[in-house]
Structure formats: C-alpha cells, structure tokens
C-alpha cells in the first residue's frame, strides 16, 4: 500500500498539527446565550454576534477557505479545508454561522464572478463580517426552480429587478444575497440570470424583508420583496441567460457533491443550558436510560431498544460512506454517494429525533417553555426542524429523482 | 485509537485481483449459463443435488484465491481480508456455486488457531482443497460454545446441523464438546465414519447438510477451551465476508431491475419514470451502500489490528455488517421480484436465483434481528 493511501500529505499533516494547536489555545468558551442546533435556527442577534466573532478569528488564523485562491482571501492550499474541518470538530467547536455564504455562495462567486468582484466580496464573506442568504425559491418555483419569476430588466449599464422571494433563511440578518431570477421570458432555462445583491443596504429602497415565523414558533427564514432595485451589472455572475447553470454549480456544493470542501465547524455542546444534544444517538441512549415506561426503563425496552441500534448503524454507515467515497476503486460511480449525502443526513437526524419523542412517552408532550421537559425540550424542536431540512435544499423526494436519473440512469420524472 | 488506512487497506493488488474476479465471472458465469446449470428442475420434490463445476474451482484456485487470506507462514499469499472481501463480493455479483465462502469461512477460524496442525490444513487450503465448517448445532445457534459433537479419546460423535457446501467440501472443522472444553478438529469430509445427508434447501447456488460422526478419528487443530475463542475471533471475519457476497448479489439484483425499468414500458412510458418503481429503487442503493462501507470497514479493522486492542470495535462493526446486509438482502430481492412484475414471479426469470441466494444468505450466521440484539446489549448495556 503506497503511504499516500494512508497518511495526510505533507503539506496536510504540517497543516493539521497547526490547526490542532491554534484550536488548543483559541478554541471559544462557552457562549453567553443559548446557540440554536444549527445556523439556519439562528434568530438571536447576541448568538450571531457570538459566532461571528468565532468565525472570524478562525478565518484569521487560515482555518477558513483553506484552499481558495490567495487574491480571494483564500489559503492557497490543496486539500486542506478537510483537514482544518476534522480539526474544527474533534475540538468540538460551535458551528460557523455564515453556512449559505461558505457552502454556496462562495464557490460560485469563486468560479463565475468578475475579478474585482469576487476579490472584493470573499475575504468579508469567509470572515463572517459578511451574512450571505440565497434567493432561490419563489411562490411559484419550489422544487421547479426554473420556474422562476422575479424578473431582471436592463436599463442602461444597469439592472432593475422586481419579484418575491421566500423561505430565504437568514435573510433577516445577510447583507447579501445570491439571487436567482429571469432575464428573458420566452425561455425557461435559457431565460435565467444570476446576480449578487447587496440586500442590507437596499432595505426600504427596493427591498423588503418580512420575517415567516416556521411550525416550531421561531423565525429564521423571510421572505424578500423586490421592488425596482437598481443592481450594477458587475454583480452579475457569469452571462446573461448562462443563470441555470451558474445555479447549478450553488447545488452541487449546497448538496455536499461540489469540487469545494465546504469549511465547516462544530461538535460544541452546551454546559451552561440544559439541552440535550440532538444529533447523537448516545444522547439517546441517555436519554433512553432516563425515560420509562412500564416500570422500566426505555433502554430496557426490546422494541425501543432495537430502533436505537438500527439508527446507531445508520451513523456508523454513513461515516464509513464518506471514507469509501474517497477511495475510487470501491465506489462504482463517482457521484453515488456524494448525492446521497443530504438525502441520508437529513432522514437520520429526522428519525433519531423521532425515536427520542417515542422514548419519552408522556413527557414528549413538554416543549422549550416547561421545565420538565426532558432535555429541555430540545428533541421536540429537533424533531419539528427536521423537516426544514428534509424539504428544503431540494426535498428528499427530488433527491430520489436526482439519484436515480443521474446514478442509476432512470428516466427522468421531471 | 490505532491508524486505519483510509482506503480500508483497498490498494493496488486488492484492486488487480477483483478486476481479475470480475473478468473471471463475466467470461464464464453468466445468470443465463447459471440457470441452465442449477434450475433444470423445478420440481419441488426434486431429488436434493449438489450441482457446481469444479473445473471452474479449479481455475479459480490456480488464479490464487483460495490462497489470498493464507498467511504466508502457511503456504499462502497473506492478503488482507478486504481482498476476500472483494472476492466474495464478486462471487456474489455471480451467484456464483462454489465452496468459496466456505472456505474463506474456514480459513478464517484456522488462521486464529495458532497450532502446526491448523496450518498444515491452511497450507492444503493454499493447495485449493475446498472446506467447510461444522460447527452449528441442531438448534441452529450461532454462538462459538454451542455444539452438538462430543469428542473423546480423539474420536468425534454426534451431529453437525447447516454445514455449508457440505458435499463440495474435501475437509471439514468440528467443533466438538469435551470435559475440558469446545475444541476444533479436521477430518476428511470422505473420512471412516462421516456420514453426510444433504438438506434439501431453496437456494439453487448452494449445497448444505447434517453430518452426522460415528467414532470418527480427528485431528485437533485447536484444543478444548481454546475453539470456541478461535471461532469467536474469527466471527467477525466470517460475518463481513457473507456481507460482502450479499452485497454483491444486491448489486446484482438493483442493477438488473433497473435495466428492466428502463426497458419496460406501460402507460407509454418505461416502468423507471414512475417513482413508486424509481424512489424505491433508490433505497436499495441507499441501502446497498452502507451494507458494502460497514463490511470493508470491518474488514480493515481487522487487518488494521492484530492485536486486538480495538476488537469490540471490530465485533461492533462486523455485527453492523451483517445486520445491514441481511435488512438490505430481503429488500433487493423483494424489491427485483416485485418491480419485474409476472414475469418476476417466474422459474423462468433469473431474479429468483439471486432472491433464494439472498434469503439463504440473509440467515446465516445471523440475521438482522439476531445481531442488533447483540449490539443492544453492547451499546446501550444488558436489559434488565
Ligand atoms: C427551513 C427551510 C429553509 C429554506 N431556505 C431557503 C433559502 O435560504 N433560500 C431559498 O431559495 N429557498 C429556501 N428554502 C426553500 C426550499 O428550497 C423549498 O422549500 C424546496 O425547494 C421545496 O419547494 P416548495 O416548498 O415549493 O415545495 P414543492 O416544490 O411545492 O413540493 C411540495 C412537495 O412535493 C414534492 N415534490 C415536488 N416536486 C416533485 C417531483 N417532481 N417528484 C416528487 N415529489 C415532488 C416535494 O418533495 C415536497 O414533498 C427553504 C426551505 C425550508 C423548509
């Protein structure tokens, strides 16, 4: 076996020792308020606040967008952002709270944005100065994204566009915005552009963001009325009419299946709230141990009991997927478990949370605001916010479409 | 934490020898020769016949297969268990009749015996003898200490029940009972005494039997109080290669209806547009894939640690292999059956060789049910 198959290259063994060690000493404490799951629950501005101050001492120390180029902010190096984001996790980190910039606005700024442009708005994107949000979705284009409205016309060096966005998440708190929308109306596909909005500064001038409050009782997502906002046209990315596939190159990352690694953090949990931790199933196991029925235990439960080890060999399978995607002569098809990822990701931390609401019996009935709920409640909300995830992004059942179209070469469903 | 490779220990020569697998069966075993050779007769009272081509075996064994997990010590090549793992994954892919599994199966419980006789049978092993194991008793249990053969001043009685390609085996491991202890002992399968009655069994790719020992005289290859801890180690092995074979015959199944949905139309569109064939189809992708990552990463961490200083994360991962390959086997196979429609629920459509493969497969050495219960009680501790 050739040691390449085995150890980090030089440059990435060098690279994780310095990120161990920066993390060692720089890693953040524990938060002053309550962190949400994951960025896309953020509504506190003291968390965002927080976060960002994380992110961008991580950005400062080269642990984010390790391998873009240097003139875009990036570290210039080969393959490391996956080292720094092993690193991020064993040392238990708070997540980044720039999610949509980093996973999908950067990668597609970083390959089909004008130079200026995409040196100009990188490095404030990958420090977390910056929150980007992204106008995909309209009232009439969800799962059909090309069925897209919200229209770009051009006036003089300029462009004018009105439209309604919605579901934007973290709309409430981005300066900017990847927006998809039409320039041509006689073309689906071919009819589509793609620009990058300063949202921010053009609130009450041609821009309106309306909190959508989700079925849990939090906001996090918005929806973005435009109306007659004047866009300078180096912010349009790529052709006029090339939007489609500009947009394409946003999913591919947003699915976990782009050429980028996306940088990302995490692992923290909180000492200073009583939540649980809900996207492990040791937590549920504890979990299991403290809840009854019957007079015993849940854990002692066979039924219960085997649900939990079938989730538990779901994680384990899906950690193993990831190894076995990167060694090429054990996958059958580059693309087959890149795709996966999403679909898998997203049904596991639905399904985990499910069995934690089933062990608990009676007591699933107590949310956030009662102080008996176990966990603080936090399985019923993870729970509920599943299904953000298991909708949005492309809903799992176009997931399904896209596996079995581009993997098993089905015929389209359209 | 000891350092895996992250290629599961999958390099070149792994590489060349499953390519060379896969030439192998795409030149001599396709499903079409396959039915011609094992479903001539669909009777249900069919006489009970053990059909396979052992020129076939042959080849195989000169192509260093039977070899490949022997360690050099022995007279073998001393790969690691990823290589039979693609090998059995192969085999699989072919519902390929062979005593292959077996014989891995084999190796692997010699290979933790650490005794001069256990490598003078692995050194035949090398040679291309074919093996199977006798160790499960009438009960069907699959625990190392449950046996029921008894042995006694060096001669086996009693009764081995589901002996695995019994009649393409040349040798056989027992596992037999004395005051001292579960011991393991070689007998030729032709040996005085031997008396092997086929079981008449639904898998058309496969032989199995009771064979019952009337005084016959064993050569020990592990002694009393020490078989039951060879088996026991050599457990995890065993589940993650049956794994692979399942893995393969899953492929074999996804693939194959696909190509049918593809190919089939009705309300003038092929069968694949419609997504409650697709979706489901998907699932057993899904389903496929985290079958196959758990099997090679058992694999590797047993390659990884000889020592065993991480070996109930070992036991842990070969349990989750199995468990996984025998959920997803029933699905491939119910799946293929039902998606192909009448014609799948024919002798003559070559999707039952492969469902009776899987079901056979899905049981042995365990089903799901039975290793989850296991890691039940690993993980989240007995019940009380
Ligand atoms: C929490 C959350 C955050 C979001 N954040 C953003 C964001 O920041 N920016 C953004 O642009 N959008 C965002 N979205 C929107 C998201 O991308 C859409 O909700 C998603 O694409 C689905 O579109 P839809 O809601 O219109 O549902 P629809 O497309 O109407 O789908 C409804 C149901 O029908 C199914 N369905 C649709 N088409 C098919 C088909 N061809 N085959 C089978 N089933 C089908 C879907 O799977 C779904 O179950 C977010 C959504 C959520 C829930």
């Known amino acids: 076996m050739a040691d390449a198959d085995r150890k980090d290259t030089q440059e990435q063994a060098e690279f994780r020792a310095y990120c161990r060690d920066w993390l ?155 927006l998809l929308c039409r320039t041509d109306k006689a073309d689906k596909y071919n009819g589509l552009s793609y620009f990058v909005v300063p949202i921010q500064t053009a609130i009450g001038k041609g821009v309106t963001v309306r909190p959508l409050i989700k079925l849990t009782g939090e906001t996090g997502f918005n929806e973005v009325i435009f109306e007659d906002l004047v866009v300078e046209d180096k912010y349009r990315l790529d052709a006029v009419g090339a939007g489609w596939k ?11 299946a782009g050429q980028l690694v996306t940088p990302s953090a995490g692992g ?121 995830v298991t909708i949005a992004a492309g809903a799992n059942e176009v997931q399904r479409n896209i596996l079995g179209e581009r993997v098993l070469g089905m015929p389209k469903s359209k | 934490m000891i350092e895996q490779p992250k290629n599961f220990g999958f390099g070149e020569d792994e590489t060349m020898l499953r390519d060379s697998a896969k030439k192998f069966f795409s030149d001599h075993c396709s499903a079409d020769k396959l039915h011609r050779q094992v479903a001539g007769n669909p009777d249900i009272h069919r006489n009970i016949e053990c059909i396979w081509d052992k020129g076939l075996w042959q080849q195989i064994t000169e192509l260093g297969w039977t070899a490949a997990c022997v360690p050099e010590a022995a007279g073998g090549i001393g790969m690691p268990l990823v290589a039979a793992l693609a090998l059995a994954e192969e085999a699989g892919r072919a519902a390929f ?29 090398a040679g291309g003898k074919p093996m199977s194991l006798a160790i499960t008793n009438q009960q069907g249990s699959w625990e190392p200490t449950d046996t029921d053969v008894s042995i006694d001043k060096g001669q086996l009685n009693g009764t081995a029940w589901f002996v695995q390609d019994a009649r393409k085996a ?25 008396a092997i009655a086929a079981d008449g069994i639904i898998d058309l790719t496969r032989d199995q039997a009771h064979i019952s020992f009337t005084g016959v005289t064993a050569v020990e290859v592990a002694a009393p109080g020490a078989g039951d801890v060879a088996l026991a180690y050599a457990l995890p092995a065993i589940q993650a290669v049956i794994a692979a074979d399942m893995v393969g015959a899953g492929e074999w199944l996804l693939q194959t209806t696909v190509e049918y949905a593809n190919t089939r139309v009705q309300f003038d569109r092929p069968l694949g547009f419609f997504q409650a064939v697709k979706h489901p189809l998907v699932n057993v992708m ?99």
């Open chain 2, 286 to 384: 899904l389903d496929i894939d985290r079958a196959k990552s758990l099997a090679y990463s058992a694999a590797c961490a047993i390659d990884s640690d000889p020592e065993r200083q991480e070996w109930a994360n070992t036991v842990k991962l070969a349990h989750m292999a199995k468990a996984n390959a025998s959920d997803m086997a029933v699905f491939a196979s119910s799946r293929a059956v039902q998606f192909h429609g009448g014609i799948g629920f024919t002798w003559e459509c070559y999707v039952h060789l492969f469902f009776k493969r899987q079901m056979h497969n899905q049981m042995l050495f365990g089903d799901a049910r039975y290793h989850r219960a296991i890691l039940a009680d690993m993980l989240i501790g007995q019940a009380a």
């Open chain 1, 24 to 178: 060692t000493n720089n890693k953040p404490g524990q938060p002053p308020v309550r962190i949400p799951l994951g960025a896309l629950e953020l509504s506190d501005p003291a968390a965002l606040q927080w976060l960002q101050v994380w992110q961008k001492s991580a950005f400062d120390a080269g642990l984010v967008g390790c391998d873009y180029p240097v003139e875009a902010g990036g570290g210039g190096r080969n393959n490391c952002q996956t080292i720094a984001n092993q690193e991020m996790q064993r040392a238990k980190t708070p997540f980044f709270p720039n999610i949509i910039g980093l996973g999908m606005a950067a990668p597609t700024v970083l390959f089909h944005a004008q130079e200026d442009t995409k040196n100009a708005l990188l490095p404030r994107l990958f420090s977390g100065e910056d929150i980007w949000c992204q106008g995909f979705s309209e009232p009439g284009a969800g799962s059909d994204l090309a069925n897209q409205q919200t229209f770009a016309e051009k006036r003089g060096d300029s462009w004018v566009i009105n439209g309604h966005k919605v579901w934007t998440s973290l709309a409430h708190f981005a300066n900017w915005m990847i």
């Open chain 1, 246 to 256: 500009v947009a394409m190159t946003t999913l591919s990352h947003e699915r976990g």
């Open chain 2, 170 to 194: 040349e040798g056989l491991v027992v596992s037999a009972r004395s005051a001292a202890g579960v011991g393991l002992y070689y007998v030729a399968a032709d040996a005085a005494g031997v």
């Open chain 1, 268 to 388: 923290m949990t909180q000492d200073n709230t009583k939540g649980a931790n809900t996207s492990s199933p040791s937590a549920l196991i504890e979990l299991a141990k403290t809840s009854y029925r019957n007079g015993k235990t849940a854990a002692d439960d066979p039924l219960l009991r085997d649900e939990i080890i079938k989730i538990m060999i779901r994680q384990e399978a899906f950690r193993q997927n990831q190894r076995r995607a990167l060694v090429p002569a054990l996958i059958d098809h580059p693309m087959r478990i890149p795709l996966q990822n999403k679909l898998i990701g997203t049904e596991f931390n639905q399904d985990l949370a499910e069995i934690a609401y089933d062990i608990q019996g009676a007591a699933s009935s107590l949310y956030l605001n009662d102080e008996n709920a176990p966990g603080g409640g936090e399985w019923q909300l993870a729970y509920m916010n599943s299904f953000g």
């Open chain 2, 97 to 125: 009749p062979s005593p292959l599994i077996s014989t891995f199966n084999t190796t692997f419980v010699l290979r933790e015996c650490n005794s001069a006789a256990a490598n003078d049978v692995l050194a035949e092993i």
